[in-house]
RNA sequence: GGGCCUAUAGCUCAGCCGGUUUAGAGCGUUCCCCUGAUAAGGGAGAGGUCAGUGGUUCGAAUCCACUUAGGCCCA
């Protein structure tokens, strides 16, 4: 019999390699069998809610990494709550409706869409949506994402669909909801509202004019030079169509103008203008003008409020502040239709002009347009630079090139015009201001997010809540046949509440209108039965701002508001936004109590990632790489607030990091595997001092991970961890531990003293990388005997406060300090070939400090294994050519060979091999076990 | 252009309500050792003018201002 048979070397079927991308799918196919998410409801029945309200992602395409990273992070919350005794449900959801999806269908469907029933166009966009939810859910599912997954929120079910009208209808009874006019991208040939996504920029030659508006006002006071006469202000436009929509001129209230006195070219005529100073060099050129003489100069501010006459409509304008205006071209004054544009209608708003948009559906000027009404709006163009050019108020016209947008369907240019769209006031009530008192009383993490928010609400526009698209949620509004009133009514918004809720609202677009209303309505205004349906939906952000109603007050398991919400700090305008306005408008109080965000992921340099740029990270292609653990690893390393780097090597890193935690459990496994806990444990006392010391820090360490968890900081939670296993573990304790754990006799109480705290560690690390290392973890936990089905079933360990000695501690910490210091010089001798395995040596240590020789020879006995060398020796006398210590400097260290043979059974060398006669190549230690062994065996 | 945010070794993070003489870890890298955790393990070393500039101060990675680069959201 060879020695090494007699040796304990550990035994593990846990392999060294993960394997995770062909091993994890079995894990997973095994907590669905045994229906593990309701498991685990089920044991925390009746237990303290944890609420985290998933924001839903929107199914098109595969995940990207930072969907996968956002899931993960509220997986690591979910399980982390739950292990501490939460009950913590987790419903996820998708955000169905809206015009990605239905852009991507029309598409495939191509020139067939214009002939296509609306309610044609929902099956396929249906159809579309499911599809992605199937796909996306599998790699929600494979990230080790543990949810509802059989109950997952959509947004396109008949329950979700009455949620959002109900959150409608409470808006509507507070008197919420408004229709007003606003200008939207629209298509004269296809009669239709076009959305951002729907246009096409392309470059188009359009007519360039400069045009002379006539002040009213008198300006001598701010232009004393100006003199008697007119006085004018410049615009520049490329649309002059909407010249009869003008109802402004837009000056920026900190630049400079300049009253400019030139000669007509055409007339001869002396006249004044007002132009931006900067350009006023630039701009005579453009005319041509050589003779002009510069007037008065002043701030913009100062001209706010002045009138001027429109030539072309027999009106007066006013002259308006805005912030936007530019001097990169025009003139720095901006001729501003409110109807006509979004910032000429934002202007409109705050100066509380009426939206002019006078061009009706097909592009023809209206009665509105004066002498123009009945042109289009293409011939309008040529009509209008013709009047100005008759009175002489045209000072420049010529062709340019620029983008222009145009319909993605017919490609012909699109126009801004005003429509009828429904808004949702943020002054009605004081909303507004309740709002901001909901963002004061909510926890933002980190907590600039308060910032951000109560900045944008302050600022933000009534919220336009139509959109005249087909797949979403119809507003529930109806016009009366006659009269053209419409009719915003609570009973009928209810009733058709009750009818989506039967028959969800594809109804609505094959069912009259009759069916939707409530027996005998009637028009208040001309008592007329005969109503038709309204056409446009809502807003895709009213259907997910309507999730806190529809998900968290409808199911009973959830509650209302949720504890937390957790997405990327983009949702700060978009979910979080436009959650919180319905929430507090309808029930006054926002619908979280934590809002929590991420970063975005971004690519090695920082930069972000994008399809085009080649940089884009999806998670299906990590999970073939690397797998799910592994990304959970990743994703937990880094501080999610900030922006985060993803790269092939930052991911091949993590891979090393895996590998290292995975090792740490494949060590402690292989030397338990002969260790009952129930019968062989060691109790504390009776612990070797170093098995303490071990203790002690893997309780410390419950207590630092925990408190990084419950701060939310995983990245925390990732170095206190790896540094654990690497510093504290591997390199010092399990290296140490060998010697006892494969040379002692099985049963020694040496050995199950270190097996004790190995099982300890064990129990412990597993459950504190659980909600992280989903798989891993869970295959730990197969590994090891007397175990419960699953990992995630377990408590969060508590804190064996009587193991943390802190004059342990401090003793160890001195012992690691010196073991370090010695270290140093048998590397030395090693690389001067004097030894190679550490045992070889023995080390002489000197000092002539008291203290420290006191605290030496007290571990005299102990110092040869904490320092895996052969033998240490102590002394008060000076030695020669020792080196002195770096962390102790009246150490001294010296390095010698050992004179003694060499144990061929644990290696160490000893004075006493060789002179036992029964076992000549044995030391006394390991004859004796020798000897216990042959015991057992006869 | 505006609101909010970020910037410490190749990578991931500490330190930052100013002050333990040479700014800490771990990973990676280099060199060495082991071959009884072995497609593992151990040891030693190299590596940072704390994005830049200016200021406050006896003293700044830490406070202030500006600049640069990048991110999210607007315009």
């Known amino acids: ?143 080790g994402v543990s949810a509802d997954w059989e109950s997952s929120y959509l947004t396109f079910t008949p329950q979700y669909e009455a949620g959002i009208i109900e959150v409608f209808g409470k808006l509507v009874e507070k008197g919420f909801v408004y229709r007003k006019l606003k200008p939207i991208h629209w298509c004269m040939r296809c009669e239709t509202a076009l959305a951002e996504a729907e246009l096409e920029y392309r470059d188009t030659l359009s007519p360039s004019i400069y ?57 001869g005529e002396k006249v004044v203008t007002i132009i931006a100073d900067s350009l006023v060099d630039s701009i005579m050129n453009l005319l041509k003008i050589e003779k002009f003489e510069l007037l008065g100069i002043t701030s913009g501010h100062t001209l706010e409020g002045l009138k001027y006459e429109h030539t072309l ?49 097909s592009g023809i000027f209206t009665t509105e347009a004066g002498d123009f009404a009945g042109q289009k709006i293409s011939d309008g163009n040529k009509s209008i630079i013709e009047k100005l050019d008759e009175s002489d108020l045209l000072l420049h016209k010529r062709e340019i090139n620029h983008s222009y947008p145009h319909c993605w369907r017919c490609r012909e240019p699109v126009i801004f015009r005003a429509t009828e769209q429904w808004f949702v006031s943020l002054d009605h009530c004081g909303l507004r201001e309740n709002v901001l008192d909901q963002v004061k009383k909510t926890r933002w993490l980190p907590s600039w997010g308060e910032v951000r928010m109560s900045n944008m ?3 933000r526009p009534d919220w336009c809540i139509s959109r005249q698209r087909s797949w979403g949620v119809p507003i529930p509004v109806f016009y009366c046949s006659h009269c053209k009133e419409s009719l915003l009514n609570i009973d009928v918004i209810y009733h058709v509440r009750d009818k989506f809720l039967q028959c969800g609202a594809d109804s609505w677009f094959y069912k009259n209108a009759k069916e939707f209303l409530p027996e005998g309505t009637n028009c208040p205004n001309c008592n007329s039965t005969t109503f038709e349906k309204e056409n446009d939906i809502f807003d895709v952000w009213f259907e997910s ?33 436009l959650s919180l306005v319905p929430s507090v408008a309808a029930w006054g109080c926002a619908p979280f109590k934590t809002v929590l965000t991420h970063g975005f992921v971004v690519d090695e340099k920082g930069e972000k990632m994008s399809k085009s740029l080649g940089n884009f990270v999806s998670v299906s292609d990590a999970l073939k790489e690397i797998g799910g653990d592994v990304l959970r690893l990743w994703t937990a390393s880094m501080e999610y607030r900030n922006e985060m780097n993803t790269s092939r090597v930052i991911i091949e890193r993590m891979s090393d990091s895996y590998r290292r935690l995975r090792n740490t459990f494949r060590y402690i496994l292989g030397n338990i595997c002969d260790f009952d806990s129930e019968k062989d444990a060691v109790e504390y006392r009776k612990l070797w001092e170093i098995d303490r010391w071990a203790l002690l820090k893997t309780e410390k360490l419950i207590k630092s991970v925990t408190a990084a968890f419950e701060q939310l900081q995983f990245h ?19 290296d140490i531990l060998k010697d006892r ?10 050995r199950r003293s270190a097996q004790t705290v190995l099982y300890r560690i064990n129990d412990v690390l597993v459950k504190l990388l659980a909600p992280i290392l989903v ?15 699953s990992v995630h079933l377990a408590d969060w360990p508590d804190v064996r406060e009587q193991c943390i000695d802190e004059g342990l501690e401090k003793r160890w910490e001195s012992i690691i300090k010196i073991r370090a210091d010695v270290a140093r010089e048998l590397e030395k001798m090693r690389t001067e070939k004097h030894i190679g395995n550490s045992l070889e040596a023995v080390i002489d240590l000197y000092t002539e400090d008291d203290e420290l020789f006191q605290f030496l020879e007290e571990y005299q006995s102990d110092l040869p294994m904490i320092f895996i060398v052969s033998d240490v020796i102590i002394s008060k006398e000076p030695l020669h050519s020792a080196s002195r210590g770096e962390n102790f400097k009246r150490l001294f260290v010296k390095v010698r060979l050992s004179e003694s043979s060499k144990c061929e059974r644990c290696w160490n060398f000893r004075k006493e091999v060789g002179k036992i006669v029964k076992y000549p190549t044995l030391c006394n230690r390991c004859a004796k076990v020798i000897d216990q062994i042959g015991e057992q065996n006869s």
């Open 1 to 143: 019999m060879s020695y090494k048979d007699t040796i304990n070397l550990p035994k593990t079927k846990f392999s060294m390699k993960g394997n995770l991308v062909q091993r994890e799918p079995g894990f997973l196919k095994n907590w669905e069998s045994q229906k593990l998410y309701s498991e685990i409801r089920k044991a925390r029945a009746g237990a303290k809610k944890f609420i985290l309200h998933d924001g839903p992602p929107y199914p098109t395409g595969d995940l990207h990494i930072g969907t996968g990273l956002n899931k993960i992070l509220k997986d690591i919350i979910i399980r982390f709550f739950t292990m501490k005794g939460y009950d913590a449900p987790f419903v996820p959801g998708w955000d169905c409706h809206g015009l990605p999806i239905e852009h991507r269908v029309m598409q495939e469907i191509g020139s067939n869409a214009k002939t296509m029933e609306r309610i044609e166009i929902r099956k396929k966009c249906k159809q579309y949506a499911e599809k992605f939810v199937k796909i996306q859910m599998n790699q929600f599912k494979s990230l």
């Open 211 to 267: 045009v002379n508006f006539r002040i009213l006002d008198d300006v001598a006071g701010i232009f004393q030079d100006a003199g008697e006469g007119d006085v004018h202000i410049l615009i520049w436009t490329t649309t002059p169509w909407t010249l009869p929509a003008n109802l402004a001129i837009a000056l920026h209230p900190d630049y400079k103008y300049r009253a400019v006195r030139y000669e007509n070219p055409k007339t």
């Open 313 to 361: 409509m027999n009106r007066c304008g006013t002259i308006v502040m805005a912030d936007y205006v530019t001097l990169s071209d025009g003139t720095g004054c901006v001729h501003t239709a409110p109807g006509h544009g979004q910032d000429d209608y934002l202007t409109g708003l705050k100066y509380n002009m009426p939206i002019l948009s006078p061009v009706d559906k």
């Open 457 to 459: 609400i302050r600022e």
């Open 545 to 577: 701002g309507s999730s806190h109603h529809s998900v968290l007050h409808k199911r009973n398991d959830l509650s209302f508001p949720a504890d937390m919400y957790l997405e990327g700090s983009d949702q700060h305008r978009g979910w979080f936004q």
């Open 716 to 734: 925390r939670v990732y170095h206190t961890v790896h540094n654990f296993c690497i510093i504290e573990m591997s390199s010092f304790y399990f």
């Open 741 to 750: 754990l494969y040379t002692f006799s099985k049963n020694s109480i040496e």
């Open 775 to 789: 798989y891993t973890t869970e295959e730990v936990w197969m590994e090891t005997e007397n175990r419960s089905s």
